[in-house]
């Protein structure tokens, strides 16, 4: 048997600055107030739970802080030209040029700063984490990323069975 733990997003919050990319354009630089909503699936544990909901909070609200009131930075763009000296990173899209302080940016392994892309980059971090942890029950990590009220991208990744 499957179950779930959600945790809404009301809980887990960001604010950020981003700029997407699409169709040859870029966006103006601009911020949302995200909201996060996780969920995880798998087997009931020994306690009868899928995760204490304290340890998923905590999981959840640590990555939520690695990218609170942060410019989120897609390095891995394929239109936006990206550098990083020991003080400042400028990314150059066509006649835009910015230049922020490396404390002020996210650099993110993603190739445009969608909600969908944050999903799955959230969802990296999650299972991540829980390997590190050494939970090995979660079959199943969905991530909803809310960008404003009814707007959400979302992404999911179903876990390999641990060995027995």
Not at 77 to 85: F, H, I, N, P, W
Not at 119 to 137: H, K, P, Q, S
């Amino acid at each position: 048997m499957t179950y779930r733990i959600t945790l809404e997003q009301n809980t887990l919050r960001f604010a950020a600055a981003h700029f997407a990319t699409f169709g040859g354009d870029c966006e103006p630089l601009h911020g949302h107030n995200y909201g996060v909503t996780l969920e995880l699936s798998g087997p009931l544990t020994l306690e009868s739970w899928v995760l204490d909901f304290s340890e998923a909070k905590r999981i959840a609200r640590a990555i939520c802080k690695e990218v609170d009131h942060k410019f989120i930075l897609q390095t891995e763009s394929r239109v936006l030209a990206v550098e990083r000296s020991e003080t400042v990173y400028e990314i150059v899209f066509r006649d835009r040029r910015y230049v922020m302080p490396v404390g002020d940016v996210a650099p993110l392994p993603i190739d445009n700063s969608t909600a969908e892309r944050l999903a799955e980059w959230f969802a990296g971090r999650v299972t991540t984490e829980l390997a590190g942890r050494g939970i090995t029950n979660i079959q199943r990590v969905s991530v909803g990323i809310e960008e404003a009220p009814g707007q959400a991208g979302w992404y999911s990744i179903d876990l390999p069975e641990p060995d027995s």
